[in-house]
Every structure is written in structure tokens, then in C-alpha cells.
T-cell receptor, first 111, second 113 residues
Framework: LAKTTQPISMDSYEGQEVNITCSHN???????ITWYQQFPSQGPRFIIQ???TKVTNEVASLFIPADRKSSTLSLPRVSLSDTAVYYC????????????FGSGTRLSIRP | EPEVTQTPSHQVTQMGQEVILRCVPI?????FYWYRQILGQKVEFLVS????????KSEIFDDQFSVERPDGSNFTLKIRSTKLEDSAMYFC???????????FGSGTRLTVV
């Protein structure tokens, strides 16, 4: 499983766009990049997954450069309810094997 | 949206007692998992389960832990003799072979006193 590195914490304000970058220098050819969100006392929630270039859904966008050694989760116009821990994970997207969580990025949104 | 349901939401037990944490995964999912999160720490993998057997387990998942799928819908985690350090949130998750991500339940907060 490729190791990932992401900031421990970030702060932003309501209405701003927030970009969280994750480094994964040892990503393998078959690996996908997946982001989860976790609110206090709740289970992690899948946000988005991608392999290359850009993926967008109703919650976020995921930008992956050509070398795939990093990725950026972009949250448009955040609100207070986006305050959570965000985890970047790298592994085989359709594999049934376990996923391993790192420490994540604690995002705090201020009014 | 389909959900993974966990019961109870909170359980308090005395050290040395047995506890069973229950999960109802999403009905058409085939792969099941238990994770735990000690307060303020990372989400840790415990065990994965497929085709009625354990696929993989972590070092945490020692002989005091067991999992079972007693019927077509429930997936349980049993801790035989609880210790103080077993106090944590326990999350169940499931996925099917085509799903992008896991679906996690809301967790059971286990407090061992």
C-alpha cells in the first residue's frame, strides 16, 4: 500500500474554496486515489475516487497530475458543516483488500 | 441511500465481560470489515470477511476477537474478555465488488470500565 502524506490541519472560512493536497510518491500503476471524510463520532464517508486527470461529483473535485505522485481534493464554497477530518488513501480501487487510514487532514471552517 | 446499520450505538461493559457488536451491512454487498478508532487516534483495520470466512486480520485482532455472519443479514464482532484498552468506536463497513468505496456504519462506542 502506497504511503500518503497530507497536512495535519487546515483552516478556512465559509464560502471559500479549500484545496487539500496529498503526496503519494510510491503510487503503483494499479492504484486509485480515494478520499474519505469523517465527522466526530461518525464513520468515514466516501467522497471521491480517481485514477488520473480530474474527477468531479456533487461534493468535490479531485485533481491528479500526469505523474500521479500527488492529488488535490477541492471543496468548493465550504460551509461550517464541512469541518471534518479528510483522509487520502491509495490502493487498488476495486480490490476487496483492506484500506488503511492515515492521520488525515483536520479541516476547520470558520464563519 | 443504502446504509450500514450498527447496534448498539453505545455500550458500557465491565472489564472481563464478553460483548457482541452487531452490524447489518448493505444487502447486496459481499465484503465486510470491522475497524476501530480509539479516541483521538487513527481509524484502525481489524478484520475483513468474505465468503463466510476471514480474508485478512490485523495484529490487533487476536484470539479474544471473533467475527461471524450468523444469517444472511447480520455481521457481528465478539470480544470475549474485554480490557480497558478495548474502549473505542467500532465501525463496520461493507462493499460490493464493483463499488468504489466502502460504506461505513455510524459506529458503536464501547466503553470498558
Amino acid at each position: 500500500l502506497a504511503k500518503t502524506t497530507q497536512p495535519i490541519s487546515m483552516d478556512s472560512y465559509e464560502g471559500q474554496e479549500v484545496n487539500i493536497t496529498c503526496s503519494h510518491n510510491n503510487i503503483a500503476t494499479n492504484d486509485y486515489i480515494t478520499w474519505y471524510q469523517q465527522f466526530p463520532s461518525q464513520g468515514p464517508r466516501f467522497i471521491i475516487q480517481g485514477y488520473k486527470t480530474k474527477v468531479t461529483n456533487e461534493v468535490a473535485s479531485l485533481f491528479i497530475p500526469a505523474d500521479r505522485k500527488s492529488s488535490t481534493l477541492s471543496l468548493p464554497r465550504v460551509s461550517l458543516s464541512d469541518t471534518a477530518v479528510y483522509y487520502c488513501l491509495v490502493g487498488r480501487g476495486s480490490s476487496a483488500s483492506k484500506i488503511i487510514f492515515g492521520s488525515g487532514t483536520r479541516l476547520s471552517i470558520r464563519p | 441511500e443504502p446504509e450500514v446499520t450498527q447496534t448498539p450505538s453505545h455500550q458500557v461493559t465491565q472489564m472481563g465481560q464478553e460483548v457482541i457488536l452487531r452490524c447489518v451491512p448493505i444487502s447486496n454487498h459481499l465484503y465486510f470489515y470491522w475497524y476501530r478508532q480509539i479516541l483521538g487516534q487513527k481509524v484502525e483495520f481489524l478484520v475483513s470477511f468474505y465468503n463466510n470466512e476471514i480474508s485478512e486480520k490485523s495484529e490487533i485482532f487476536d484470539d479474544q476477537f471473533s467475527v461471524e455472519r450468523p444469517d444472511g443479514s447480520n455481521f457481528t464482532l465478539k470480544i470475549r474478555s474485554t480490557k480497558l484498552e478495548d474502549s473505542a468506536m467500532y465501525f463496520c463497513a461493507s462493499r460490493d465488488s464493483q463499488a468504489y468505496g466502502y460504506t461505513f456504519g455510524s459506529g458503536t462506542r464501547l466503553t470498558v470500565v
